[in-house]
């Protein structure tokens, strides 16, 4: 039974962390968010890891929701001086933000592995569920566009992303294995949900670590439902670049383009209600299509969303 159980949902930054929001306020530590690495990067010396902050700063209730990146309340005095020293600040750091990667780099310094770094993060601030980086490896996805290659925050973040991308490619996943913790979740679970996350830069990273599609169709062979939410809605990204993205990669920017990518994953595919025409085809895949509100336009939108989702699956 799925209220009772323990559910592990797969999650990018902006789209993963708010649906992981709403199930967390219905599933408490019962939730575990395997999340994205492949976009974390160094600045300052540092290393900084994206998704997996926007999910904590998220799930701590720290997030600065306006904004969809960084925390609530955020000074940005080191920073200024950084610039006037004629450091590289395009990649904006707050001063709260940065005291987490401060942390993480120490701590990854004195030989933690990423993963138990990143449960000590949380649990300092506050998180009930689990957060679990992908792999404690280091993947960094690179993409090849009509400037070249760029790093994927050079591309995402420094040219706000109007590079159009031709080619992703995930340097180290050849050597990037699923955590312990990634796998005992995952054999743990009774439900696994696919958040409406970029199905390309942020879920197609943790499906390409190694382990984590076996470890997911073990799960399946127990009768364990994988549930994928679309993050396209009539044919566009609620908030970044998927639905361009997907269009530059060949593959149809829709819920239906999504499921594709999804068919041999999952078990169930939520599209919106906007798409619902798009059901058939998607059940045509050998997905049991779910229609539902999927836009999650404020807090209460997200335990709304998370409720029928394990609703329709339970
Ligand atoms: P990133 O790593 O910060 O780019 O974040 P994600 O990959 O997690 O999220 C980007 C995706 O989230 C995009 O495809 C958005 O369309 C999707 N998204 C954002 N908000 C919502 C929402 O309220 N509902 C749905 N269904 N998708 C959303």
């Known amino acids: 039974m799925t209220a009772a159980g323990r559910v592990v ?27 994205n690495t492949a976009d974390d990067t160094e600045r300052h010396g540092l290393l900084v890891s994206p998704d997996h902050d926007t999910v904590m700063y998220t799930l ?27 450091e590289e600040t395009w990649f904006r750091l707050g ?24 449960l000590h993060l949380q649990r ?19 993409v090849r566009t009509d400037h070249g290659w760029l790093d994927f925050q050079e591309y995402f973040v420094h040219r706000h992303q109007e590079p159009v991308v031709l080619e992703l490619e995930l340097a180290g996943i050849g050597t990037a294995h699923a955590t312990p913790e990634v796998l005992a979740a995952l054999d743990g679970a009774d439900l696994i949900v696919i958040g409406p996350s970029n199905p390309l830069v942020s879920i197609g990273p943790i499906l390409a670590v190694g382990g ?56 169930v595919f939520v599209l919106d ?31 709304r969303l998370a409720g029928e989702v394990l609703a329709a699956v339970g």
């Open 9 to 35: 949902a797969l999650a990018g930054g902006v789209g993963g962390s708010k649906l992981a929001d709403g199930l967390q306020v219905l599933l408490g530590d019962r939730l575990t968010v395997i999340v």
């Open 60 to 86: 701590a209730g720290l997030a600065n929701e306006e904004q969809g990146w960084g925390l609530r309340g955020e000074t940005w005095a080191t920073s200024a001086m950084l610039e006037r020293l004629g």
């Open 95 to 118: 001063d709260q933000d940065l005291g987490v990667h401060i942390a993480r780099t120490r701590l990854l310094r004195a030989g933690g592995r990423p993963t138990t770094v990143a």
């Open 124 to 142: 300092s601030l506050g998180v009930t569920a689990t957060i679990l980086p992908m792999t404690d490896a280091s993947v960094r996805t690179r």
């Open 212 to 267: 984590m599609r076996e470890a997911i169709a073990r799960a399946r062979a127990r009768g364990v439902t994988v549930v994928a939410v679309s993050g396209i809605i009539g044919g566009k990204a609620v908030r970044g670049p998927a639905d361009r993205m997907l269009t530059s990669l060949g593959h149809d920017p829709s819920a239906l383009g999504v499921a594709r990518l999804y068919g041999d994953v999952a078990s």
């Open 273 to 303: 209600r906007v798409d619902e025409a798009l059901a058939s085809a998607v059940a045509s895949l050998g997905l049991r299509p779910v229609i539902l509100d999927t836009l999650m336009a404020d807090r209460a939108g997200r335990s």
